[in-house]
């Protein structure tokens, strides 16, 4: 399996330097490993060093990094070289990958009622509950479950052990035990839609759990109900939203990080790895919650003393006040 140089920036544009067309590309590789069939990508200026080491029989890079990286050879210039990189390994896909087929495997389960667009696939051992609905070009991969009344849209992937529309998490307390309240909802979900193995998005209580166009999810990731995700937003492994949270547009949500019931994130917020959301954050930009790591000892030190910050504030406002009244 190979691609030339020439194929790739007639494909994708970009400016080929220091190089021949007719190079043969056997692999995609990563910088420091790359050998001299292989093509690569700087995409931040501190690797530096391993590219000038590199091998790889073309790099991609940035503007900036042009000269260095024809002092070592073949460079494909482009103005994002990491998005650049990303089509790269979609063309490669494209030309030398196993096109899924369209249709539905012997042994998913298709409700009648459900409607599957005839260009989905629909992968083994997938349920497909009661008025579902899979949309154009759409990819369910094996053992994925959607619920009754859910909707896909167009040109989503959704990875092994998805579950869309399980019920949310809802009970009323009652003399001491729980009553469940019933989720009425579903999960509409847009088009462009990727959601990694093992993800749970609950159906909503009354209304639907939303998920916008072009949402990126992680494995592992739990969507409470009645939570609404804005395009474009991202969010890595093991992230927990809780019911009726609402993620504005192009967030990004680092691993593990929880974000609490009812809260609000504004457009363009991003959240830390780890990090647990308390509160809304209405404006944009970098948040984090994360305590550092220490030995344990010292660990224990700085956390009692953490819990003393409040009366030793109150203690020091005093102190203000006394010395302004002499």
Known sequence: MSLLLGNIVDALGGSLEGGQRETEVLRIAPLETAGPGDISFLSHPRYQQQLAASRAACVIVAPAMRELALARGACIVADNPYAYFARVTQLWRQRHGEAVPAGVHPSAVVDATAVVHPSAS??????????????????????????????????????????????????????????????????????????????????????????????????????????????????????????????????????????????????????SAGTVVTRSLNRPGQYTGMFPIDDNARWEKNAATLKQLHSLRERIKALEQALKAA
């Open 122 to 271: 629909v992968g083994p051992l997938c349920v497909v509950e009661r008025g579902a609905r899979i949309g154009a070009g759409t990819v369910l991969k094996s053992r994925v479950t959607v619920g009754a009344d859910c909707h896909i849209g167009a040109r989503c992937i959704v990875h092994a052990g998805v579950v869309i529309g399980a019920d949310g998490f809802g009970f009323a307390p009652e003399n001491g035990q729980w009553i469940k309240i019933e989720q009425l909802g579903a999960v509409r979900i847009g088009d462009d839609v990727e959601i990694g193995a093992n993800t749970c998005i609950d159906r909503g209580a009354l209304q639907d759990t939303v998920i916008e166009d072009g949402v990126k999810l992680d494995n592992l990731i739990q969507v409470g109900h009645n939570v609404h995700i804005g395009k474009h937003a991202a969010m890595a492994g093991c992230v927990g939203i809780a019911g009726s949270a609402t993620i504005g547009a192009h967030c990004t949500v680092g691993g593990g990080a929880i974000v609490l019931g009812h809260l609000e994130l504004a457009d363009n917020v991003h959240i």
